[in-house]
């Protein structure tokens, strides 16, 4: 009797060059419903609808099609078992030998604008998962496909086993059929959350979290270093951010530009309105700025720190332009990234072939939540932002600060979050001209700052992610020529702060939020 196989897909790519080889070169017999049946009867393709084999009609308005014991009986008999065999014959049901399904679009529907809670209800597939976890399960006995990449080497296979596909080659796609359903309800988990009323009783996060399964995107050189094995996975049923971002030219992306261009995407989502760049070393901002002209903007980030920018990786908000182009060519990056480049902006940027350029339409889409891996499970953690508003800050100094020196305050603040604590940043124009990060103390984040500000700090401002403990960092910051200071408030020591700012003349602002970054 000839092979059996059942198609069923929602992504028809390749779908009937695939069964026409199926049916000429290895004389398959095939079953399939809806609308693969329908492209296949259209291709001149003998195709067999569901309805027909099972006697069964779709009802429900298309609900129901393949929830059937001659589909199911068929992917799930044991051909090594003769009471298995017995109940095939009895029940006149044929043994399926391939399973090919993908699923209903439900990510696609979710991520279109203005889709109703019912519209996405429909596009969970009932079917679909039944059939491939079935499938998954017998691969012993038979091979499931979930993805068109899959089809060549399923052919290939049959070309090289005499028409048969091997146990290992079953068991790696039932492992993969298995991650495709995971992501699929991991998805609609994700989605049906986000559309509950939370009850007065519920807290924020979760009392129960599953991460989202992963897909394998690529395996990477290595991981943080050379000895540390590394692979880059996508979650959700289609790529989105930077499994979505395309690579216009340069080498593959390392484990460390992807933790640094995750790093440079977040700060860039801090300034939707004005052209901005940020320059990232080691996930630590060397540079940031705001410009009137994209231009502008990357060439006040650079400036800030020339020497760390060397290496380094370069978020834009906007299409990168020829002139910008032209400027990230003088010195040596590891990676850019933007929303678009422009074809006269790409054929500057192909002068330094190794660079990697990489273009995100939703690179300013908001941060997913954060999750640590620590022994025996992992931390949970919303992201860190929430909206910033000037009218919240509590002034506590004597001295008010200037509509100019808000703008400046909010700009710092912004960046501050970004920068691991201990942080301090120090700024003027928009522009960052002093990062203290990471250190043990306040006061050495300070002193690195300013450093690095040098005399550029008269007349500067400076943030804080988190509060001040003594006073010797806003005296510290005064000398330098520092005219305005933000932070968060809440030391036991708030008032040395604050008695210290107005002896100085300084502006000091409280936020009431902290920005700690570990």
């Known amino acids: 009797m000839a092979p059996l196989a059942l198609l069923s897909v929602s992504n028809k790519t390749g779908l009937v060059e695939f069964a026409r080889q199926l049916v000429d070169q290895f004389k398959f017999d095939i079953v399939s419903s809806g609308g693969t049946a329908q492209a296949l009867k259209a291709a001149g393709i003998p195709v067999t609808k569901v309805a027909d084999y099972t006697g069964a009609p779709e009802i429900l308005g298309g609900r129901v099609k393949t929830l059937h014991p001659k589909i199911h009986g068929g992917i799930l008999a044991r051909k090594d078992l003769a009471t298995d065999l017995a109940d095939l014959d009895t029940q006149g049901i044929r043994a399926i030998d391939l399973v090919v399904v993908n699923l209903y679009p439900f990510t696609e529907t979710i991520n279109k604008p203005h889709v109703t809670l019912a519209e996405a209800i429909e596009q969970i597939d009932i079917g679909g998962p039944a059939m491939i976890r079935a499938a998954a399960k017998n691969f012993a006995h038979l091979t499931v496909l979930t993805n068109p990449n899959q089809y060549y080497n399923y052919l290939q296979e049959l070309t090289d086993n005499n028409g048969q596909a091997t146990s290992s080659f079953r068991q790696a796609q039932a492992l993969e059929a298995f991650g495709h359903t995971a992501s699929y309800d991991q998805a609609i988990a994700v989605y049906l959350a986000s559309q509950a009323e939370p009850s007065a009783e519920s807290s924020e996060l979760p009392t129960i979290y599953q991460p989202p399964t992963g897909q394998q995107q690529q395996v990477l050189r290595y991981g943080e270093n050379p000895h540390q094995p590394a692979a880059w996975y996508r979650t959700g049923a289609t790529a989105t951010g930077w499994a979505a971002a395309v690579q216009l030219q340069g080498k593959e992306l390392s484990y460390n530009n992807l933790v640094d261009l995750e790093a440079a995407r977040q700060i860039i989502t801090e300034f939707p309105d004005r052209p901005a760049a940020t320059i990232i070393k080691h996930n630590n901002p060397c540079g940031t700025a705001l410009g009137d002209t994209l231009l502008a903007a990357y060439e006040k980030a650079y400036l800030a720190d020339a020497t760390s920018a060397f290496g380094g990786i370069v978020a834009l908000n906007q299409s990168i332009d020829a002139d910008t182009a032209t400027s990230l060519t003088k010195t040596f990056l590891e990676c850019i990234v933007a929303p678009d480049c422009t074809?006269?902006?790409?054929?500057?940027?192909?002068?330094?072939?190794?660079?990697?350029?990489?273009?995100?339409?939703?690179?300013?889409?908001?941060?997913?939540?954060?999750?640590?891996?620590?022994?025996?499970?992992?931390?949970?953690?919303?992201?860190?932002?929430?909206?910033?508003?000037?009218?919240?800050?509590?002034?506590?100094?004597?001295?008010?600060?200037?509509?100019?020196?808000?703008?400046?305050?909010?700009?710092?603040?912004?960046?501050?979050?970004?920068?691991?604590?201990?942080?301090?940043?120090?700024?003027?124009?928009?522009?960052?001209?002093?990062?203290?990060?990471?250190?043990?103390?306040?006061?050495?984040?300070?002193?690195?700052?300013?450093?690095?500000?040098?005399?550029?700090?008269?007349?500067?401002?400076?943030?804080?992610?988190?509060?001040?403990?003594?006073?010797?960092?806003?005296?510290?910051?005064?000398?330098?020529?520092?005219?305005a200071i933000i932070q968060p408030g809440g030391s036991m020591r708030d008032q040395d702060s604050i008695v210290a700012a107005n002896e100085l003349g300084v502006v000091m602002v409280f936020t009431g939020k902290r920005h700690f970054l570990h």
Do not use: C
């Open 343 to 483: 074809p006269e902006a790409l054929a500057i940027l192909a002068t330094k072939k190794n660079l990697r350029v990489l273009t995100l339409a939703d690179l300013t889409a908001p941060s997913p939540m954060q999750i640590k891996a620590i022994a025996g499970g992992y931390l949970l953690q919303a992201a860190d932002d929430a909206i910033e508003l000037t009218t919240d800050w509590q002034i506590v100094t004597t001295q008010q600060p200037t509509a100019d020196q808000l703008q400046e305050l909010l700009f710092a603040w912004k960046v501050s979050k970004h920068v691991k604590s201990n942080a301090i940043v120090v700024s003027k124009n928009s522009a960052t001209i002093g990062i203290g990060a990471g250190q043990m103390n306040r006061v050495g984040s300070t002193q690195i700052a300013l450093a690095q500000a040098g005399t550029a700090a008269q007349d500067a401002i400076l943030a804080s992610d988190g509060f001040f403990p003594f006073d010797d960092s806003v005296r510290t910051a005064a000398a330098a020529g520092i005219t």
